[in-house]
């Protein structure tokens, strides 16, 4: 089969395309077809080591953290899924390899694919789903009558958070260009700011909750807006001592983040606010319900109309890192 590959860790990274035997199963695993795989910036976070404190590959490494497919071969032990089923699948982090004809995914981290979506728009659904997901249920444990303010959220993330917070309870603002206004207050928001024209800091007070979609420029504003007792949640900032604590990783790399994360932290905790950070994880039974969510309120994940296969891998990869996509970049086979 064609996988995509990288052999070390490079900031000038090459990507290359190899021919390798299809893997065999364990017994808790399915074999898939894969029909479309996503290309996110954790794509390139991987490949230059930026995240090999968190989770260190051998390699050859065949990149790839979402996918489509279609099940092949179902191992023994596996329940709830037969040959010929359609799914979507966050990799488990341990075990990528979604740019690739076939893979061996853990049945733990696989869902159906919801009926509204074909294999490339399914394949932009999963990593956004549970990121949305499991920073709203468990990062924040947000309730209902809360509200959450998610600054750059008119883009694929909101697209999911919003539907995912509404089904919650809570009271959901969120910022982003003009253009983008009419669609995410079709998709649940109760106030939309735009930020050409408003400053959210200036407009807001007192928030339960901030899930921030922009990076460490933005953190001073953010906090500002959320009271005392609330949370800050980064996709984007970068990790903290909490985070490496609840990533159960070794005592140094603890410390490590810990100095990483000190200026955050220490800024939050003077207002009386914790600052979380989140790495997505794979999780089969939060997809099912996130399919839920998806079919009944009809999202329709956005994807860049450029047509890319396996063989383009890296000018699929050029577009993530230095272009303005369109939507989720897809790699179909």
């Given at each position: 089969m064609k996988a995509a590959q990288i052999t070390k860790y490079s900031k000038q990274f090459k990507v290359e395309v190899n021919d390798i035997p299809i893997p065999g199963i364990?017994?808790?695993?399915?074999?898939v077809k894969v029909k479309a795989a996503a290309v996110n910036h954790l794509e390139l976070l991987i490949a230059t080591g930026s995240v090999k404190l968190i989770q260190d590959y051998e390699f050859p490494l065949v990149l790839g953290n979402e996918l489509t497919g279609i099940i092949e071969k179902v191992?023994?032990?596996?329940?709830g899924f037969k040959v010929g089923d359609a799914i979507y699948s966050r990799l488990p982090l341990q075990k990528i390899g979604a740019f690739a004809e076939y893979a061996a995914i853990n049945a733990d981290a696989i869902a159906n694919l919801p009926l509204n979506l074909d294999f490339v728009t399914g394949a932009a659904a999963p990593l956004t789903g549970l990121t949305a997901y499991q920073g709203l249920h468990e990062e924040l444990a947000a309730n209902a009558g809360?509200?959450?303010?998610i600054p750059g959220g008119s883009g694929s993330f909101g697209q999911m958070a919003i539907p995912i917070a509404k089904s919650m309870g809570l009271k959901v603002i969120v910022s982003g260009n003009p253009q983008a206004r009419e669609r995410t207050m079709k998709a649940g928001a109760d106030q939309y700011i735009d930020y050409t024209t408003e400053n959210y800091w200036e407009q807001l007070r007192d928030l339960d909750y901030v899930i921030d979609t922009l990076g460490p420029s933005e953190f001073d504003h953010e906090l500002s807006i959320i009271k005392a007792g609330g949370r800050l949640l980064s996709l984007r900032t970068g990790p903290n001592k909490r985070f490496a604590e609840a990533m159960g990783l070794s005592g140094w790399k603890q410390k490590l983040f810990a100095i990483a994360g000190a200026k955050y932290d220490h800024k939050a905790k003077k207002k009386k606010i914790q600052y979380h950070f989140i790495f997505v994880r794979s999780d089969g039974e939060q997809l099912k319900r996130i399919t839920k969510i998806i079919e009944e309120?009809?999202?329709?994940?956005a994807v860049d109309p450029t047509e890319f296969h396996i063989e383009d891998i890296n000018k699929a990869l050029i577009l993530v890192a230095t272009g303005h996509p369109k939507g989720k970049v897809i790699i179909q086979f």
């Open positions: 364990r017994d808790n695993e399915v074999l191992g023994e032990k596996v329940q809360e509200s959450v303010f309120n009809g999202i329709v994940p």
